[in-house]
């Protein structure tokens, strides 16, 4: 059974704050991922890490950061938001041999921003 | 460029069979998933192609054909609860996932 948690669920926020998304795996996997989803579009990846101090962007160009300094832990934080960032973010984690492995996704952030 | 195809909907009858197709065009190959995904909820993972064939769990089913870039994922004895998104996603040469759009499936009474 996956246990990878996101925090918040849904938030609403105005134009220039600044925001971190949490994602927390108990799993142990080594590799976490954010993706960004839009109502009835494909997943992008906009960062993933395979460990601890190991990041890397994703195909989307995005204007967030993410740290790894815990293997379970991978937040995803905005410091200047806009309209544009309205999205849904999923954070999942795998421990696959050969990147090949099963992704297990947390509920989701979804974020407004006016 | 990568692409992954797949219908934007489909609808079905409860009890009855459905095949959601993928068609793929990726640099390189190393492997096919597909999730599924209820509206306003996280993907969960059905199957795992990498060789040619079908792989059978349960009521569903997934079929890989690499030489054509094609895959279906076949959905027997319909429930209601499998009213949901159905996303085929693509390893490519770099081991990063291709993800497709996603296939509604409505399914009716």
């Known amino acids: 059974e996956a246990d990878i948690y996101q925090t918040p669920r849904y938030l609403v926020i105005g134009t220039g704050k600044k925001i971190t998304l949490e994602c927390s795996q108990t799993m142990g996997h080594d590799k976490m991922y954010w993706y960004q989803q839009d109502p009835g579009m494909e997943l992008h990846l906009i960062h993933y890490s395979y460990g601890v101090n190991s990041t890397e962007k994703g195909d989307l160009s995005s204007e967030s950061t993410v740290s790894r300094i815990r293997t379970e832990h991978f937040p995803l ?38 | 460029g990568q692409n ?24 390189g190959f190393n492997g096919l998933f ?63 996932l291709i993800w497709g759009a996603g296939t509604k499936l409505i399914i009716k009474p």
């Open chain 2, 34 to 96: 597909w999730y599924q995904q209820h509206a306003g909820e996280a993907p969960t993972f059905l199957s795992y192609n990498v060789l040619d064939g079908l792989e059978e769990k349960g009521r569903f089913s997934s079929f890989l054909s690499r030489s054509k870039g094609y895959s279906y994922l076949l959905l027997k004895e319909l429930q209601m609860k499998d009213s949901a998104s159905y996303l085929c996603a693509v390893l490519d040469s770099n081991y990063q």
């Open chain 1, 77 to 114: 934080t905005l410091e200047s938001a806009r309209p544009s960032h309205t999205s849904q973010y999923l954070c999942a984690s795998s421990e696959g041999a050969g990147d090949a492995g099963e992704l297990f996704f947390g509920e989701g952030s979804r974020l407004t921003v006016l």
């Open chain 2, 4 to 27: 992954i195809d797949q219908p934007t909907e489909m609808t079905a009858t409860e009890g009855a069979i459905v095949q959601i197709n993928c068609t793929y065009q990726t640099s």
